[in-house]
């Protein structure tokens, strides 16, 4: 085996070991420290890459002496590097660029404390992506859920507090829905590795026996990971949880949290269900509707909003919208355009997240869109990184997000009963995301009774300057070059559907 | 009917009890109350675990007495999940326990939606 | 002074000296926290619900127990589908299991089935569940840590429970009782049911129970904040890279430095037996620090 193979399990350990010894540290060498780790991480996932590149197969990787069925397995294929490497460099970005903000927002004493939830969250989230096990996925989707709501909550507002509570809340209940489907599961399969749940299930399906319960297990545990992810009509605790935490957390919390629940669940249909179980069970219709919903509502009540960091939340259900949208079109094109848009939406919120907070700084503070009238004139930086998240969003040529809208509805065009609701959904949230992202852009670039201003030069920011630099850089990149993304997440898909 | 039921007692009564932490966590106001409803669902899960692994007759899986049979012992697996999960589940609870600490002393009541509503005047004064 | 009987004691702490707002301390003169707000000068509740909201609020539980219904129905149907409570039969029941009560005492060393399974043939969910508990203590500290040493515990409560000869003396009969008992329980944890979470808690009702009796300030000197915090990263730390060296060994193919040992031997089971400790100290420092946070923000 080749020692690159070991770099996953590594990565894992890494941050779990630096979460714990953040807890005793000074906050600054906990911060230097979490950047460290989230950049070995992103380099490290890079050699998997290629290993699996060069491989051409997915590794499974035993942890401890015992292989599936008997022990705890991590898999990995080109999709797991792939997304690992890419949450890295966007944790690495916000906690670089949302620096500022969090020095404002906490208190000194705690801040090593904030750090170690963010290596913890980081550990999680690599866990998810790298799980064989059904069961390693609910013990670090709870990690997931108790540190998010740790980085959320060190903002000690009245309103960030209640908004802890009821992400708490969801979130909690997403995870009892989604602990008793492995219950159900296990009792009808008798196994927690992967590849027997796959073996199992499919001979399940073809014999029709225990056909209620494994149905119900399906929909237990795609309805949890939805509603921990924020799919439509769960997504009343986003706004407060993005819109009232420190900016580091909401590009976090936003950008990679819900989606790590997300490649959890399309690694699930794959590797426990199997597309064909999946599928047929009827869930992805499910999946569909509410995703095309949300797409819709989300996009209306971001444009209802009157506070910048509320519209980018709803803004984010509309999207997680568009991923269920993609999952429950179709099995391969429909989920590589789901991946294709969860990488965008990775890269995009967290600058949307950071720029408009610094817009929000020059503007006194202010979040609300009166006050921010001018304001990327007084932060170009800011300004320009809010530009790009905000045009990737509506989904302009040259940034990711118009690729991701083609592949959805290439994807549609071979899905034919889905064609006419996907395009129209597709055009209705265009339009709206246009209207509500436009005027913002306008807004903050009007130059109206703006007066003689100051412009915050770089050297004042050079950290925000770097990261939104390096998130709007790879938007942009993978925009103009998107085929070389779109084949590794083909290939990737097909690995993981074996 | 009634017979399959009695056969599945266990796993029916923690799908009740589920339910009914479900009703508990949506329907109360009270944070505390909400909170016992969790602990509810997440024990309800944990007793369906455990009655997956349990075969009639059979003892607990310690191996002692050079007894290797695997047929005279029960499961052990579900067991190891539910310690698991049970840890999972104090964690939570402690940490709801403790926002609502912070939410009573800033706002003196446990009523969610009172709270909610403090907390939108709060900001309707803030602007 | 006349002597007071226990029905005294229970009469008069019916009688409200035992106020549950006073255990709540109010102020709280921490930077960066947005001041509590004044229990008189609430504001009032406003009324900001239009016709929407209203119409939501009454539908609600309608909704939700419509929901729940629905739930338990599909739920139930499942369940009677299921393979019976106790049967044999069942698919759970299979090589898996049979491998790990057959074979599990020759390959971990361990008698007690359960321990070989989650701490070596599952070992990484339970890497995952210690550091649950490590996240969950870091959010309560985050939430409930005060700085400043202005917040102290309730004195009331405090009175009533130094005053208390009862729970004084019998705390000093239990409390070896109980540690002893957790220590075992820890160290017994492959040979027989036990284990370091299940030894954890019970050492940390010891330790809460000694609190109570006793206060704080006796259990400081042994166990603060600094101390609980060496202890934390050490146990994990030392779990994290124990059980990194045996997957790196397990997975390639080597053999570990760790051997299973005779079974039934106290020193036995290979990493079963730290790893359980290490668990135990965890477990049990962080329910006394739960305790102390939520009694006293501090600990």
């Avoid at chain 1, 060069?54 to 942890?63: A, K, L, N, V």
């Avoid at chain 3, 997957?247 to 430095?257: H, Q, R």
């Amino acid at each position: 085996m080749s020692f690159a193979a070991n770099f996953p399990l590594f990565c894992i350990v890494l941050a779990l070991l630096c979460a714990v010894v953040s807890g005793v540290l000074r906050w600054r060498a906990a911060a230097i420290l979490t950047e460290v780790m989230a950049a070995a991480v992103a380099v490290m996932s890079a050699f998997v890459l290629a290993l699996a590149l060069r491989t051409g197969q997915s590794t499974s990787y035993p942890m401890g002496h015992f292989p599936h069925p008997w022990g705890n397995e991590l898999r990995f294929g080109i999709l797991e590097p792939l997304v690992s490497g890419v949450f890295s460099l966007v944790l690495l970005c916000c906690v670089v660029g949302g620096r500022k903000a969090l020095n404002r927002d906490t208190e000194p004493e705690k801040r090593n404390l904030y750090f170690s939830m963010v290596d913890l969250i980081q550990a999680s989230l690599l866990a998810l992506v790298y799980t064989n096990d059904l069961f390693t996925g609910y013990v670090f989707i709870e990690i997931c859920t108790i540190a998010a709501c740790g980085i959320l909550m060190i903002r000690q507002l009245g309103r960030t507090t209640l908004a802890s509570v009821r992400y708490m809340i969801f979130s909690l209940l997403g995870s009892g829905l989604f602990i008793l489907g492995i219950v159900y599961l296990y009792s009808i399969t008798g196994h927690l590795l992967m590849p027997e749940l796959k073996q199992s299930v499919g001979e399940l399906w073809q014999s029709g026996q225990y056909r209620t319960p494994l149905r119900t297990a399906i929909a237990l545990i795609t309805l949890g990971l939805c509603i921990k992810s924020g799919l439509f009509p769960f997504h009343f605790w986003m706004p407060d949880t993005y819109g009232y935490s420190t900016p580091c957390s909401a590009g976090i919390l936003s950008g990679l949290v819900s989606k790590g629940y997300i490649f959890l669940l399309i690694k699930i249909i794959f590797d426990v269900f199997g597309t064909e179980v999946f599928y047929a069970s009827g869930m992805q219709t499910v999946l569909y509707v509410f995703g095309v919903a949300g797409m819709v509502f989300g996009s209306i009540s971001a444009m209802r909003e009157n506070d910048i960091f509320r519209m980018i939340a709803y803004s984010s259900a509309a999207q997680i919208g568009y991923i269920y949208m993609g999952i429950g079109l179709s099995p391969r094109l429909g989920i590589v355009a789901a991946l294709f848009h969860t990488l965008t939406h990775a890269l995009t919120k967290p600058a949307l997240f950071l720029s408009a907070s610094r817009l929000s700084e020059v503007s006194g503070g202010s979040k609300r869109f009166k006050d921010l009238q001018g304001s990327a004139h007084k932060n170009h930086a800011a300004g320009a990184a809010f530009a790009v998240g905000s045009l990737s969003m509506i989904g302009l040529p040259l940034t990711m997000g118009f690729i991701a809208k083609y592949l959805f509805a290439l994807a549609a065009f071979r899905e034919e009963r889905f064609l006419i609701p996907t395009l129209l959904a597709l055009a209705i949230s265009t339009v709206l995301n246009t209207f509500y992202f436009a005027r913002t852009l306008i807004r903050v670039y009007n130059t109206r009774d703006l007066g003689a201003v100051k412009p915050v030069g770089l050297g004042s920011q050079k950290r925000f300057a770097a990261a939104g630099a390096l998130l709007a850089g790879l938007n942009i990149f993978f925009g103009v070059i998107a085929q070389p993304l779109i084949d590794l997440l083909t290939r990737g898909v097909a690995l993981l559907a074996g | 009917m009634l017979l399959a039921l009695w056969d599945h007692r266990i796993q029916a009564a923690a799908v009740l009890l589920f339910a009914v932490g479900f009703v508990t966590l949506l329907l109360h106001r009270n944070l505390l109350k909400k909170i016992i409803g969790l602990n509810i669902m997440d024990t309800a899960a944990y007793l369906f675990l455990t009655s997956v692994g349990y075969i009639a007759g059979r003892k607990p899986p310690i191996i002692t007495g050079g007894d290797r049979d695997p047929a005279s012992y029960v499961n052990p697996l579900p067991a190891g999940l539910v310690l698991t999960g049970i840890v999972v589940s104090v964690s939570v609870t402690a940490l709801m326990l403790a926002l609502t600490i912070r939410l009573y002393r800033r706002y003196h009541t446990l009523d969610l939606d009172q709270i909610y509503q403090m907390a939108l005047g709060e900001q309707e004064e803030g602007k | 002074m006349k002597k007071q009987t226990i029905f005294d004691r229970l009469r008069r702490w019916d009688e409200s000296e035992f106020d549950l707002t006073d255990a709540l301390p109010l102020e709280e003169p921490v930077r960066r926290i947005e001041p509590d707000l004044d229990r008189d000068a609430l504001p009032p509740i406003p009324r900001l619900e239009h016709g929407g909201v209203r119409t939501f609020r009454r539908l609600y539980p309608w909704m939700a127990g419509l929901l729940a219904l629905v739930l338990v129905g599909f739920l139930l149907l499942a369940v009677l589908e299921l393979p019976a409570f106790g049967s044999a039969d069942a698919p759970a029941h299979n090589e898996v299991m049979a491998r790990y009560v057959g074979q599990g005492t020759e390959e971990t060393g361990a008698v007690n089935t359960v321990a070989g399974v989650i701490l070596d043939y599952r070992a990484f969910d339970t890497l995952g569940e210690s550091h649950v508990l490590f996240t969950a203590a870091a959010a309560v500290l985050i939430l409930l840590l005060t700085a400043t040493h202005v917040q102290e515990e309730p004195r009331r409560i405090r009175d009533i429970m130094e005053r208390d000869p009862i729970l004084r003396n019998t705390a000093k009969v239990l409390t070896p009782v109980i540690l002893l008992f957790g220590f075992y329980v820890i160290l017994n944890g492959h040979l027989g049911p036990g284990g370091g979470f299940a030894g954890g808690a019970i050492v940390g009702s010891g330790l809460i129970l000694c609190a109570i009796a006793f206060g704080f300030e006796r259990l400081e000197r042994l166990l603060n904040y600094k101390s609980y915090c060496r202890i934390l990263v050490c146990c994990l730390g030392f779990y994290s890279l124990a059980k990194c060296y045996s997957f790196y060994c397990g997975a390639n193919g080597l053999e570990t430095i760790f051997s299973a040992g005779t079974p039934g031997r106290i020193l036995s089971a290979g990493l079963i037996l730290p790893l359980n400790v290490a668990v135990g100290l965890v477990v049990g420092c962080t329910m006394y620090g739960f305790y102390a946070v939520f009694q006293r923000g501090r600990i």
